[in-house]
């Protein structure tokens, strides 16, 4: 029987992605960029550090350029190695498609596209001069990339249209104009001077020049609607051939929060409205998200409840162990994934790798977000511990039962379930450790499953209630395949003055009731 291919489905407000018949969640990272242009490099220097982890998806990227070296000839070896692979290693793939734009330019176009910049023009600075970014106004290149990436799915549909190793496809990545608000080549200036075009006066509700409707806004909007159209028409041209889910990531608004100062018309929260009107093939919008508050990116790329919580990019020092609990209890998030993952149980060497510091020193980015510093022995405990439990998350999934509680210059919360308050408070942040944060499920009235990290839990009566509140028993122990499985029972010293989990992600069950005072 033929399985129905992976799709992202809404029921009563819920997102889900359905993989061969079940929703799916990816517990995942993303390989370093270069990795995946050499099967033998892989083989060595990628799976075997991916073992440990528990991971049960892999984020890849694939090269326009490898893809069709020479125009209108294509080349499937990588495509076909890396998934392959992946299939030995039991591991699910999303895929990249670093087509005309990789973070704001496009290094990795093919050498015939490069060479010939009268057809693929490029995008300008003021002035105007030339950068290496083609222009989204570039109706060639579009058509272009739309070829090929059009080529790639229909091969996709070949060779794993049966066994949906690939679930989803990331069109191009961290779209957006770099050094600049817009393009200001002769043609863009022109564009930009006209009204816009009648899809987006619809969709806003408002019509006159880019200036007249979004004001400040309008160079970034202006590159978003072109940025926009051009995805549709690649994803489009792909979906036609094989409807696998598409996505478009985002480089987010990092200080001065400037366009130009992170790619200028990618989807950030801010111009979601745009591009979800001019590129409806697109399921959803991701955050890659490197900035200090976690939980204030999962809110915005959230709020509405017209986008699922899909993280393809996350920072690689330790608050990730922590960041997963809460994007999957609290937002119930599809996707969780550190950067440049090969590198987090690497021989000690092996860490960093790849990644441009000088770039970001010159965009003012905070590198923080980059250091290792022993974060991968705790996200594979993370790791570990969520993937034996996704039957159960599953199941609370868009119940109210679950939810999730993150640290970031607050001490505490108190989370509201049915009859009691839970009251959470962290573990002071300590050097090299994870921060505090989880999830917490309500199994029943009495009972609650809590997983994460450092904190201790106490239970209290509803407001203005004449009761106390004891425990019934309080197990230590995890979930195996949805089961819980307990290793202790927690009483005596252990729990005489309230629970607690320490740095280590754990996991604990407990049963508690209420008597009168
Ligand atoms: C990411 C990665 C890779 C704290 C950086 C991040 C990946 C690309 N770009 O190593 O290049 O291919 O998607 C941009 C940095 C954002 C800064 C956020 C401030």
């Not at 990227?61 to 998934?83: A, K, N």
């Not at 790619?263 to 919008?285: H, Q």
């Not at 005596?492 to 604990?508: C, F, H, K, Q, V």
Request: include cysteine; glycine fraction near 10%; proline fraction near 5%.
């Amino acid at each position: 029987m033929l399985k129905p291919l992976p799709y992202l489905a809404k029921e009563n407000g819920l997102y889900s992605l359905i993989v061969d018949g079940n929703p799916y969640i990816a517990l995942a990272g993303e390989i370093h960029n270069s990795s995946s242009s050499s099967l033998e490099y892989m083989k060595e220097k990628v799976w075997p550090n991916l073992r440990g982890l528990h991971l049960n998806t892999v984020i890849v990227p694939v090269f326009w350029e490898m893809l069709e070296f020479r125009q209108g000839s294509f080349d499937f070896t990588l495509v076909d190695g890396i998934i392959e692979q992946a299939r030995e290693e039991n591991l699910r793939l999303v895929l990249l498609w670093f087509g005309l734009w990789k973070n704001g330019r496009s290094t990795y176009v093919p050498g015939w596209v490069k060479r010939d910049d009268t057809t693929y023009f490029r995008a300008c600075y003021p002035g105007p001069s030339a950068t290496d970014t083609i222009s989204p106004l570039c109706d060639a290149a579009v058509q272009a990339d739309a070829k090929a990436f059009s080529q790639l799915m229909s091969h996709l549909k070949e060779v794993d249209g049966q066994q949906h190793t690939v679930i989803m496809v990331q069109v191009e990545n961290e779209i957006g104009f770099l050094g600049s608000d817009r393009d200001y080549s002769a043609y863009a200036n022109e564009q930009f001077a006209q009204s816009v075009p009648q899809d987006v006066s619809e969709a806003f509700g408002n019509n006159g020049t880019w200036s007249e409707v979004f004001g400040g806004d309008a160079a970034e909007y202006f590159m978003a609607y072109y940025y926009a159209r051009a995805v549709e028409e690649i994803a489009q041209a792909g979906t036609k051939e094989y409807a696998l889910p598409m996505f478009v990531n985002a480089w987010l608004e990092q200080f001065p929060e400037r366009a130009g100062a992170y790619p200028s018309g990618g989807p950030i929260a801010k111009v979601m409205k745009i591009w979800k009107a001019v590129a409806p093939t697109i399921a959803l919008y991701a955050p890659d998200i490197y900035l200090a508050d976690f939980a204030k990116v999962c809110e915005e790329y959230t709020a509405g409840g017209d986008n699922p919580l899909f993280i393809p990019e996350a920072r690689r020092d330790m608050v990730s162990a922590t960041n997963v609990f809460y994007a999957l209890g609290k937002h119930d998030a599809l996707c969780f994934a550190p950067f440049g993952i090969e590198d987090f149980l690497a021989p000690a060497d092996g860490s960093d790798t790849g990644i441009d510091f000088g770039l970001m020193m010159a965009l003012n980015i905070d590198r923080s977000a980059f250091h290792l510093n022993g974060t991968g022995p705790y996200l594979a405990q993370s790791y570990e511990l969520l993937g034996n439990m996704l039957g159960i998350i599953n199941q609370y999934r868009g119940t109210g039962q679950m939810t999730g509680f993150l640290q970031h210059h607050n001490s505490g919360c108190i989370l509201p379930f049915s009859k009691y308050d839970l009251k959470l408070t962290y573990k002071r942040q300590e050097q090299g450790k994870p921060i505090a944060g989880g999830l917490v499920i309500e199994v029943s009235e009495d009972e609650f499953i809590l997983v994460g990290i450092g904190f201790s839990a106490e239970f209290l009566p509803k407001r203005g209630e004449a009761k106390k509140v004891g425990f019934v028993k309080i197990e230590e122990g995890s979930f195996v395949k949805d089961r819980w499985n307990m290793k202790r029972a927690l009483n005596g010293d252990e729990a005489a003055y309230g629970i607690s989990i320490g740095r280590n992600p754990s996991a604990l069950y407990v049963e508690v009731y209420k008597y009168n005072i």
